[in-house]
Structure formats: structure tokens, C-alpha cells
């Protein structure tokens, strides 16, 4: 391990261009469930892939809210953890770093994170399903608000499964990605399209690809480096090594 740890430090070290791919398991460790493990409590009985779908919004708008909110105040209780925190240190490291990531709390943002390329949105924005004006995130007592300009019924401004990313955010990761020397990705399945294909777009013009993951993805056979571990524990790993010698 101490090896690999060397070589990815080595590999930060000497690059231009760091680009960032972060998911869900960057912010595990601040206590917000990533996408795919078991919800809890009151939430138990539902699957994400359920929810967070334009067709479950249409049919249940009162349920996908409701499930939002809870959501949206884990976010806002949660704090950034050390891996947050590394990234934050690594830019400062670098001739040029990109941070794109599929999270929609804000933690890179909060921790000190600058120009985060945002693919999937913000749970704590607030968009209208008909106008699209961003607005308030409201309190209406039979969930969800209406937008107080065209009364549309207000969504949070995420993407949903089989809805298109933002254009101008998918554009300016695949840039980031082409110009990158090292394509450093944390904390994600790689199972969903087309950040997933984000790697493959890097390995393929030759760039080195370091993963930080507890466990085994569909990338890991592909990539240069496999860090096995959390983001809290490896990546404040891999500073203390770009700044030892
Ligand atoms: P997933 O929930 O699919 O995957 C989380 C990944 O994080 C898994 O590979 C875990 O092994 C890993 N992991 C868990 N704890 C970790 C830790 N402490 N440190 C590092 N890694 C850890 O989340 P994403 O890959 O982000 O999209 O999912 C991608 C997208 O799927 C989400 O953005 C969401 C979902 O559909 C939308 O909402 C559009």
C-alpha cells in the first residue's frame, strides 16, 4: 500500500493538471448515506433509483419532496470531513486542479473548494418544474411549494435518473478531463453514465487515473492506481507524502 500511496503522491506531484472526480462516498464519512447503501428510518422501504426519477416526481411529487427535505437537512447538519478538506490542500499543490463532482451537498464548496463543477446539481437549490426560475425553497404545508412567480410546482434542482446533465457543467468536466495529466476518482460506484465514462475518456488519451475507494468498481481493473481505502484516510494520506522529500 505504501508503495502505491508513493507512486500516486509522485504522480500528483509531477502533474499540470489534476482533474477530480468525486461521488457519493466522499461524503460518507460525513455522515450522508451514499446513493446505493440501505436508507434508514422512516426512508427504509424506498430505493433511490425510485425516487429520484421525473416519472416518480410526476406520479408522487408530495413523497420525492418529502424525501428531499430529509435529505436536504442531513446535508445541512453534515460538515465537510478530512477528505473535503485534502482536496482543498491538493489544489493549493498543483499548477491547476479541477474538482468535478456527482454530489449534490455542497460539502467541496463548504470545505474551501473553488470553481466545483457541479454535475448533478444542488440539493440546496430550489427550481421551478415549469419556468425553471430558481427560487426559495419554501415551506408549504401539503409538500411541494408552488414557485411563486408562475405557481409550477418547485423541484430541487438535481438531475434525475434519465434526465440530461448541465450542459455547460458536462462540457467543462469533458475539457478538464482531455487536459488533465492525472484524473484523480473518489468515492464513486462509476456505475452511472455519462460521469462514468469520465475515466475511460482520460485512460484512452493517456492520462493517469488514481482511484480512492474502499472497495472494487468497475474501474478498477482499468485504472493506474488503486488506492484501497476512504477518502478520509487516504487522500490527507497522499498530501503528508507530496510534501515528505
Ligand atoms: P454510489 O452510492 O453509487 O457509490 C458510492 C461509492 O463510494 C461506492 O463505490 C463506495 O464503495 C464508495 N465509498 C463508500 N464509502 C466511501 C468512503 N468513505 N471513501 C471513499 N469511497 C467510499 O455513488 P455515486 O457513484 O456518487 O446521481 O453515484 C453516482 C450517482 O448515482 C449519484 O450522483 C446519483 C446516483 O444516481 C444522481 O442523483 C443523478
Known sequence: ???????????????????????????????????????????????????????????????????YAWRRELVQRAEPNAGHRALVGLARRVPLLTLITQNVDGLHQRAGSEAVIELHGNILRTVCSACGRLADTGH???????????????????????????????EAAVAAVQSADVLLVVGTSGLVEPAASLPRLALARGASVIEVNPVATPLSAAATLVLKGTAGEILPRLLALMDSE
Open 1 to 67: 500500500m505504501e508503495t502505491l500511496l508513493n507512486a500516486a503522491a509522485n504522480q500528483l506531484r509531477a502533474a499540470r493538471h489534476v482533474a477530480v472526480l468525486t461521488g457519493a462516498g466522499t461524503s460518507a464519512e460525513s455522515g450522508i448515506p451514499t446513493f446505493r447503501e440501505a436508507q434508514t428510518g422512516l426512508w427504509a422501504r424506498y430505493r433511490p433509483e425510485d425516487l429520484a426519477t421525473p416519472g416518480a416526481f410526476a406520479r408522487q411529487p408530495e413523497v420525492v419532496w418529502s424525501w
Open 140 to 170: 408549504a404545508d401539503s409538500p411541494p411549494p408552488r414557485c411563486p412567480t408562475c405557481g409550477g410546482i418547485l423541484r430541487p434542482d438535481v438531475v434525475w435518473f434519465g434526465e440530461p446533465l448541465p450542459r455547460v457543467a458536462l
